[in-house]
């Protein structure tokens, strides 16, 4: 474990899945750990618990990404709370896999809400209190650059969070450094009813080279990677972490 003290990482959607998973590790590298959450209060009572036994603070915030004004007052609460920010990561995101007759108005406009213009938000609002030489790191998928016949607002989102992505990277070089990582299929609460359904799990299994579904701790690293201060030259850039489904 490593026990300087870094400074605070803020991660969206922390209280479950990568979010989760991201925050234990970086608050095991000896950063101090704020993360937002809106139904997991139990989940993110007991993260907040194991990041305070690792010897780091941590903070939380309650907020519903899909609504503006719960964005505005995070963010007016993590300005005043944490002052200084070293990372913002945005994690937190929602699917859906409607076809395209049976995607509603709601269903879009809460997707895109909360995977793209949430982390838009916040990014403007927030990217002054990142420090110098500090990162965001937006989690987008392999759906924001392959395609199926649902799901639609999902891959929409996560295309455009990939473009928003190299556009915050040229708004804010060279202060603050803007990558996004692009998880394949990860063993999360999201997927569940994907990888504990037997014949889809060995589909998906079977179609990726590395023969298995990923694990949150595996973008946990990758986001680890991309905030570190050693990967000081690498902005706008777009880092695939799929077990290689997406070749």
């Known amino acids: 474990m490593d026990s300087a003290d870094k400074g605070w990482v803020l991660v969206t959607g922390g209280s479950r899945g990568i979010g989760r998973a991201t925050a234990l590790h970086l608050a095991k590298k000896g950063y101090d750990i704020a993360l937002t959450y809106n139904s997991g209060?139990?989940?993110s009572q007991s993260l907040s618990r194991e990041i305070?036994?690792?010897?780091?603070r941590a903070l939380r915030f309650?907020?519903?990404?899909?609504?503006?004004d719960e964005i505005s007052r995070f963010c007016s609460d993590a300005r005043s709370q944490l002052g200084k920010i070293f990372a913002l990561v945005n994690n937190a995101g929602i699917y859906t896999g409607s076809t395209l007759k049976e995607t509603t108005d709601d269903e879009w406009d809460r997707v895109i809400g909360i995977n793209l213009s949430a982390p838009f938000l916040i990014s403007r609002n927030l990217a002054d209190i990142v420090t110098d030489g500090g990162s965001v790191v937006n989690v987008s998928s392999v759906y924001g650059f392959r395609n199926d016949p649902w799901g639609f607002p999902y891959q929409a989102s996560k295309s455009?969070?990939?473009?928003?992505?190299r556009a915050l990277a040229k708004a804010l070089a060279p202060r603050v450094r803007v990558n996004a990582v692009a998880p394949g299929y990860i063993r999360t609460d999201m997927n569940a009813d994907g990888w504990t359904d037997d014949d889809f799990r060995t589909r998906i299994e079977r179609r990726t080279p590395m023969k298995r579904w990923g694990e949150?701790?595996?973008i946990a690293r990758a986001?680890?990677?991309l905030i570190d201060p050693e990967s000081s030259f690498i902005t706008g850039s777009l880092l695939v972490v799929d077990g290689g489904i997406g070749i």
């Open 223 to 225: 986001i680890d990677f």
């Open 216 to 218: 949150p701790a595996d």
């Open 62 to 68: 309650r907020a519903d990404l899909s609504k503006k």
């Open 41 to 43: 209060e139990q989940e």
């Open 52 to 56: 305070s036994d690792l010897g780091r």
């Open 160 to 165: 455009g969070l990939i473009h928003l992505t």
